[in-house]
DNA sequence: GCTTTGACTCTCG
DNA sequence: TCGAGAGCCAAAG
């Protein structure tokens, strides 16, 4: 199998493949793509060249977590306030910066 | 072509 | 239960 597109692109597609309301970890994506570079598809999230495209706001930690990237270490950024409101729109609620009822709304059924 | 970094995860203390 | 360290892979310099 030839990677004819970059590492981050797959993550894209898995992505692109979470439905609405749903949500996603780094590990999960990594996975589905048959690799452990849980810290390559985040890198892949940081580029965001597809911002709409990519839901970057629908991945979470492990833990279920949304804080893990710019939010909890720039809280002035409040970027990530803006993606929970999102999750929320999208029928995911967050709450404390954490996913409610994660397990529920984890997808990892590509 | 090697080195550094990174929006992570897991295990040990 | 919380904190620190190691491991893993890939992209960028």
């Not at 690799?35 to 709409?52: D, F, L, S, W």
């Not at 909890?72 to 993606?83: A, D, H, M, T």
Request: net charge positive; hydrophobic share 35%; charged share 25%.
């Amino acid at each position: 199998m030839k990677s004819n597109q970059s590492f981050n692109e797959k993550v894209y597609a898995l992505l692109r493949k979470v439905p609405k309301g749903k949500v996603t970890t780094y590990k999960a994506l990594a996975e589905a793509l048959g690799t452990k570079a849980y810290r390559a598809v985040g890198q892949a999230m940081r580029c965001n060249p597809y911002a709409p495209k990519v839901p970057c706001h629908r991945v979470v930690a492990s833990d279920g977590t949304v804080g893990g990237f710019s939010g909890s270490r720039n809280p002035k950024s409040r970027e990530v306030k803006r993606k929970i409101k999102i999750l929320r729109s999208e029928g995911v609620k967050v709450h404390n910066n954490t996913i409610v009822d994660f397990k529920k709304e984890y997808f990892l059924n590509f």
